[in-house]
Nanobody, 121 residues
Framework: VHLAESGGGSVQAGGSLRLSCAPSRYVYVAHCMGWFRQAPGKKRELVAAIDSDGNTNYADSVKGRFTISEDDAKEILVLQMDSLEVEDTAMYFC????????????????WGQGTQVTVSS
């Protein structure tokens, strides 16, 4: 399964970006998908995850600012990022085929190449 991410870019603090992830075989992996991020010198961390029942899991640092969703009609995973902060600057990765929204990154079978998000002050 190939995951194609899009939507990264540069924005000022307080702005918004919308990331999309299009799996090549959406129906096989849509039961559980997520977004991770990795900033320079830091470990990769979960940003948000969602399952086909609509259950979600968010990192504390993004709660209330980011929203993860699945668009079954378009067969894409979306991460809406609002009120962006400089600390959100990182490479963002789409991941798929997890066991649950609580799954650690080792339980995701498929990964995208990443899309860069840069937030300036």
């Amino acid at each position: 399964v190939h995951l194609a991410e899009s939507g990264g870019g540069s924005v000022q603090a307080g702005g918004s970006l919308r990331l999309s992830c299009a799996p090549s075989r959406y129906v096989y992996v849509a039961h559980c998908m997520g977004w991770f991020r990795q900033a320079p010198g830091k470990k990769r961390e979960l940003v948000a995850a969602i399952d086909s029942d609509g259950n979600t899991n968010y990192a504390d640092s993004v709660k209330g600012r980011f929203t993860i969703s699945e668009d079954d009609a378009k067969e894409i995973l979306v991460l809406q990022m609002d009120s962006l902060e400089v600390e959100d600057t990182a490479m963002y990765f789409c991941a798929a085929d997890c066991m649950s929204v609580e799954s650690p990154e080792g339980e995701y079978d498929y990964w995208g190449q990443g899309t860069q998000v840069t937030v300036s002050s």
